[in-house]
């Protein structure tokens, strides 16, 4: 993928970008395609849809205003990267921590890091629901984000813990958020968050449904949470 089609890309979706940041994203396209070959990182498409579907989508936040004054982020259960790598690249200022159970994940990620300079980045190894028990890592964060990782009540669980108060959880979601939204609003507060109302990112050209969701993180989340590896995917809360 060509730097200048991705250029353009951001253009036409009214995304602000540096003028290295096409090249950087090319460099992390190209290592995508060829890691994709042995390892199954994001499913099989063309590649001008793989580029909308993940870049663009990821990106689409720099134009809400969501990350206004965010100087650290976490992306839990990062997969290829989306949306934090993608963000990180794009803004250089902030710090961001890129979390995953896969250790593959992560040297694909690593390689990404070392061939954009990205030396914003930190590599974590382990569970969603392990890491928030850190000391260093829990309520640490002005923004926890994931993109299409689990239902909203269960993203609750796995992300507030990370979150400061006052700081918030996005999560890119689509049309499914509608279903969700009334049992991740309870597990929300049960958390110490308020679900706000969604924000639409549509992608040009596209007819797909986008949204981000931001949590705000009003207080903080009890001890207790998050609960056991395993235990927020098969005992969700809000139901």
């Known amino acids: 993928m060509d730097r200048a089609i991705i250029g353009d890309r951001l253009r036409a979706n009214g995304i602000p970008f540096s003028a290295e940041l096409p090249e950087r994203l090319e460099t992390y396209f190209r290592l995508l395609m060829e890691w994709n070959e042995k390892m199954d990182l994001v499913a099989a498409a063309e590649e001008d849809e793989l580029l909308d579907r993940h870049l663009t989508d990821s990106l689409t936040v720099l134009k809400t205003g969501l990350l206004e004054g965010a100087k650290t982020l976490i992306d839990v259960g990062t997969g290829a990267g989306f949306p934090g790598m993608a963000l990180a690249l794009s803004c250089p200022e902030t710090r961001v921590t890129l979390l995953d159970s896969q250790r593959k994940r992560l040297d694909f990620l690593a390689e990404v890091q070392a061939r954009t300079g990205a030396d914003n980045v930190t590599l974590i190894h382990a569970r969603a629901e392990d890491g928030a028990g850190r000391p260093e890592l829990r309520e640490s964060f002005d923004i926890a984000a994931a993109r299409a990782v689990a239902p909203l009540n269960v993203l609750c669980e796995y992300l507030l813990p990370y979150v400061r108060v006052d700081g918030k959880m996005l999560c890119w979601k689509g049309p499914a958020l509608r279903e969700e939204l ?4 309870k597990a929300a507060f049960l958390l ?13 050209g596209r007819d797909w449904e986008h949204l981000i969701l ?4 009003t207080g903080k989340t009890p001890k207790g949470y998050p609960r056991k590896a395993g235990t927020p995917k098969s005992k969700p809360l809000g139901v």
């Open 214 to 217: 931001p949590v705000l993180k």
């Open 182 to 185: 009334k049992a991740g609003r």
């Open 192 to 204: 110490g968050g308020r679900a706000e109302e969604p924000v639409e990112t549509p992608i040009a």
